[in-house]
């Protein structure tokens, strides 16, 4: 069995990964997308944030519900 941080370290390291894959195949539409992030007011940043955290939370609560 693996340990917590070993979970962690390597969900951190796939983040890395899928992100750097991101700027690889794409560079062009994360620069569009990040200039229109600087055009968004900070309070639909701030929601888009809490939703993709909430929805990362519940992604994980399933998988833990449904693998045991």
Not at 50 to 57: E, L
């Amino acid at each position: 069995m693996l340990s917590f941080s070993t979970y962690i370290l390597t969900a951190f390291a796939l983040v890395f990964v899928i992100e750097g894959l991101f700027y690889a195949l794409f560079p062009d539409q994360l620069r569009k997308m990040m200039t229109l992030a600087l055009s968004l007011p900070v309070s639909q940043l701030r929601l888009f944030g809490i939703s993709a955290v909430s929805t990362g939370f519940l992604c994980l609560l399933l998988i833990r519900f449904f693998t045991g």
